[in-house]
């Protein structure tokens, strides 16, 4: 008996020491250690990320709670403004049968797509409200991103063919005349709609959109994607939607800008030239000049739109997309962009409340007293035309 105590205590002792071995070559060379798919914390060591292909890395484990504050007080003012002003809108539009006026048709093309976005809003409320738990199925998830990514990418691809549009009215008149006809416009928006569906299909076809988050179990809708999605497929989608939904469109625009103001001087100077030569009526050149300078602070707006609510989305999106296919350091870029891309968000949805602003500079029939007169806000849209429209 003795000796079988003594050959005990000498086999525990190994155990020990063989523990003691493992742990300390973990603690040197801070060896990965996962348990079912997910990474398990441990004391011994600092431990890697690893992802189980069903959720997002731990090295996402950044949390925003101010997201759930933040984004169902925003999207719920977006949702009241944004349909309060783009069905007015829409039925201005209709009232007056301007739908089909080559000048109205990427307007009313733009106010389609903001009032889409404007009906996600209230299920985005519930879903961030409730700590990021999507309520409504598959099928409503996919239907929600594809809605918002073409308000995204929609919005700013018909931004873009208005900008162009006022540089052709100003810069070359002539040939603005010959493309005047309504079927060049409806050809050129029947396009960007089937850009839109394209990507947004091949998104939201191939692959489930709803996915548990590991820690909480919440449902998450159009995140928490794997690892190997987004080496795949999503990081694909997401770099061409970038480089033809904002880059293309904000060069455009921030091209159309410097030229509508260039040929603004230029008619400025000639204008006064002009006048002293008693060659043209004063009325005619202050009409001119009047119709530049709307088409100049329209570019403007349009740029501004496109800087406050767009560009920090896209930027943020650029860096996820490149941390997660392992061009950037990966946990680093995660941590920024993820409480980022919640501002972001609440600054994508401003958007669709402020392009309303633009019907006012491209209509020349769109009069703000008058659509609001009727729900006694007529001089709230008197001042508000007077400051859009003033010289």
Known sequence: MPAERAGEDTTGGRAAMDFYSVTSALRAENVTVSGGGRESSSPMGKLTAVDNGTGIDNCEGERAHFQYILLPVVYSVVFV????????????????????????????????????????????????????????????????????????????????????????????????????????????SCAVWLVLASLILYLTTRGQMTRPFPSTGHMACMENFSSGSWKGRISSVSLLAAALGFFLPLLVIATCYPLIACRLLEHQATGICMEDSDVVEGDAISGSRRMRRRALRMVLLVLGVFLLCFTPYHLNQLLHTLGRMGVLPRCTIIRFTYPARRVAMALCSLNSCLDPLVYCLVSESFRWEQVWGSCGCGFLGKRLQHMLRRN
């Not at 996919?142 to 208005?162: D, Q, R, T």
């Not at 010959?178 to 079927?183: C, E, F, G, T, V």
Request: net charge positive; aromatic share 12%; with cysteine.
């Open 81 to 188: 403004l944004a349909m309060l002003g783009n069905l007015t809108a829409m039925a201005h539009f209709v009232r007056s049968r301007s739908v089909t006026q080559p000048s109205h048709i990427f307007l009313v093309n733009l106010c389609v797509i903001d009032l889409l976005f404007a009906l996600t809003l209230p299920f985005n409320v519930v879903y961030h409200a409730g700590r990021n738990h999507w309520l409504f199925g598959e099928v409503m998830c996919k239907v929600n991103g594809a809605l918002f990514f073409g308000n995204l990418y929609g919005s700013s691809l018909f931004l873009m063919l208005i900008s162009l549009d006022r540089y052709l009215a100003v810069s070359h008149p002539i040939r603005a005349m010959r493309l005047h006809k309504p079927k060049y416009r409806v050809l050129l």
